[in-house]
């Protein structure tokens, strides 16, 4: 990258003149008229004093920055790659990137390697018997998009998703499938895995209102939530994972009878859940290799216990607890005083799995929303105090929550919008606005405007969910980078263009400079998208890169300019190249046409 030549060249003037190594900050210039990167670097030094100073400088309270920027632009002198440099206000540098260096973009060679690193991201998270709804679809799409980063970073990336499959949002479900008279007949004749789902979600909100409602509802749910642990654990016995101590029958008052009807309805409705979540995964391009249950982790309780003897967890009346306070963090039970595992422990079963599955990991990232903040500095701090190896390679990556106008969502009370009806009804607003458009076509677009309204925004933004802003084909929208995609695909077919045969002309039109600048700074946006995980910033990117190019199109002959045919075809296909790599990167379609 042209970026890094500027670095280098840069801190070896800063260094020849008499300045101690500096992190040097260079960006890519939001105004063309301050050239193509720029740097505060002579601000930054004008402010250092005493050893780290120029020593002819260091006796200074404070030193001029213009005439730092001078010094270092005399040091620079004329690099072959720059066109010039200029001094602006508070001794900023404005670097000018040559023509024909830019123009060596139309070569560029987008393919990965690797570096050798191995991360797992751990995303999606749904319960079963519960909703899909359109937060998980921000948790997909998000993660799907930070597995995709780092791959073209160059990191083997572990894909994980950790799914919540027993605990009382089931107990209720499956409380309203054995006894409420409208769902017991129905759930033994059921078919198809919408359908089923459909009723899941119904029996969870009848199940969560006679909770509430009815006493002894209330206390068959309870007796049924210990029923699903222990089917559970037979369920992960028969499966040969880790067995836990506990004995959750115990804890059944009047309803030990019912474990075997239980376990089969609690195994077939899982099941059914985790159907209907494959078609989903499927749907917005996403695939797993290692999908991690809840059920798997409860002997988490016993490794809670064995801590104990670490002295980083205490016992504390009957309960096994983390005093963080000397840490800065909260007191969180790992054990409840009925000797159950709390998801604390659960957490710990689970990070002890990952760390041993999939040999050397550097980090493990868990895309989880900000409510678990406080649960996430606990777990991760236990599990550094057990093993000091893993010690800052766990990583909380919050993503803000998908609001409706009436506030948060609830798959309790069923005032929930499903990921499932946003993508149709997406795609159905598509096919009306283009009734030409194919299925195939329509779906790409669907998923696409849907993805993109959910990564757009900074990952730990909150969205209040506009339905018509998700889908529109204007403005700041995947359908609009998914058109200009198409168009660029429809200018190079409508042509003669050989992508082996690439063309550069002696002068460039503004528009042209424009773009060639916009694919200079895609290696370096997906760079800085990669590391601060924020697939927004190649989601903005792509927006201006879209723009530029439309209006590139708007002002310009490209296959009728006989003059500069070649050139801007080409430029066209570096164009078109970028935009399906980026699309990509959010795990986004780039159709042919549209």
């Known amino acids: 990258m042209i970026k890094d030549k500027i670095l280098k060249d840069l801190q070896k003037a800063v260094e020849g003149l008499g300045y101690k190594s500096t992190d040097i900050v260079c960006s890519i210039s939001k105004n063309s008229s301050f050239g193509d990167y720029s740097t505060n670097v002579a601000l930054q030094l004008s402010k250092v004093e005493g050893d780290n100073a120029k020593q002819s400088l260091a006796t200074s309270a404070k030193q001029n920055p213009i005439e730092i920027a001078n010094q270092i632009l005399e040091k620079l002198g004329n690099p072959d790659y720059l066109e010039k440099i200029e001094i602006a206000g508070n001794g900023f540098l404005n670097f000018f990137v040559k023509a024909e260096v830019l123009m060596e973009n139309l070569f560029k060679n987008l393919d990965k390697k ?40 160059g990191y083997e990336v572990v894909r994980a998703n950790y799914e919540g499959d027993v605990g009382m949002h089931i107990a209720k479900a499956i409380y309203a499938l054995l006894h409420l008279d409208s769902f017991n007949e129905e759930v033994k004749k059921i078919e198809g895995v919408w359908a089923r789902v459909e009723l899941l979600g119904k029996a969870y909100a009848a199940g969560s209102k006679a909770f509430e409602e009815d006493e002894e509802a209330q206390k068959a749910i309870k007796d049924i939530n210990f029923l699903v642990y222990a089917s559970a654990q037979r369920f992960a016995a028969e499966k040969g994972a880790e067995p836990s101590s506990t004995d959750y029958l115990k804890f059944v008052t ?71 306070e000397k840490y800065g963090l909260d007191t969180r039970v790992f054990v409840n005083s009925l000797g159950l595992p709390t998801y604390e422990a659960k957490e710990l ?5 990952q760390f041993s599955e999939f040999g050397e990991l550097d980090k493990i990232i868990h895309v989880v929303g900000p409510e678990q903040a406080s649960f996430f500095k606990v777990a991760f701090k236990v599990e550094e105090l057990l093993d ?9 990556l919050v993503y803000g929550w ?11 009370t069923g005032e929930v919008v499903l990921g499932e009806w946003l993508l149709d009804e997406a795609k159905t607003e598509i096919k009306k606005q283009f009734p030409e458009m194919d299925e195939e076509t329509a779906e790409k677009v669907a998923v696409g ?30 359908p609009y980078v998914q058109y200009t995609y198409a168009r660029t695909q429809s200018v190079l077919k409508s042509s003669d263009f050989d992508p082996k045969t690439v063309t550069k002309v002696d002068t460039l039109e503004v528009e042209e400079r424009a773009l060639l600048q916009q694919i200079e700074y895609f290696d370096e946006t997906v760079k800085q998208a990669t590391a601060n995980f924020s697939p927004n910033v190649v989601a903005e990117y792509l927006l201006d890169l879209a723009r530029a190019f439309n209006l590139f199109y708007q002002k310009h002959r490209i296959i009728k300019g006989e003059e500069k045919k070649d050139f801007r075809l080409s430029l066209t296909n570096a164009v078109a190249s970028v935009l399906k790599n980026g699309l990509y990167l959010l795990g986004i379609e780039a159709p042919e046409r549209m």
């Open 449 to 478: 405007a849907v993805k993109f309204s959910m990564l757009k925004f900074s990952t730990s933004s909150e969205i209040s969910f506009s339905f018509e802003d998700s889908i529109s084909l204007e403005g700041d929208s995947g």
């Open 388 to 396: 000091s190896k893993i010690k800052n390679k766990q990583y909380h």
């Open 114 to 153: 690797s570096n050798g690193k191995k991360v797992m991201v751990e995303y999606a998270h749904p319960n079963t018997h519960k909703a899909f709804h359109i937060g998980h679809l921000r948790n997909i799409s998000t993660g799907e998009s930070v597995v995709r980063l780092m791959e073209a970073a």
């Open 254 to 324: 009047g309803r030990k009878g019912e474990i075997d009807e239980v376990f089969n309805l609690w195994k077939e409705t899982r099941q059914w859940s985790l159907d209907y979540f494959e078609t989903i995964y499927k749907r917005v391009y996403t695939h797993y290799d290692r999908y991690y249950f809840e059920s798997e982790c409860l002997a988490g309780v016993d490794i809670a216990r064995e801590v104990v003897k670490e002295g980083i967890l205490e016992e504390s009346e009957g309960a096994v607890i983390f005093k963080g």
């Open 349 to 353: 079963s689970l990070a002890l799995k």
């Open 402 to 412: 998908v609001k409706l106008k009436t506030g948060k969502m609830s798959s309790r």
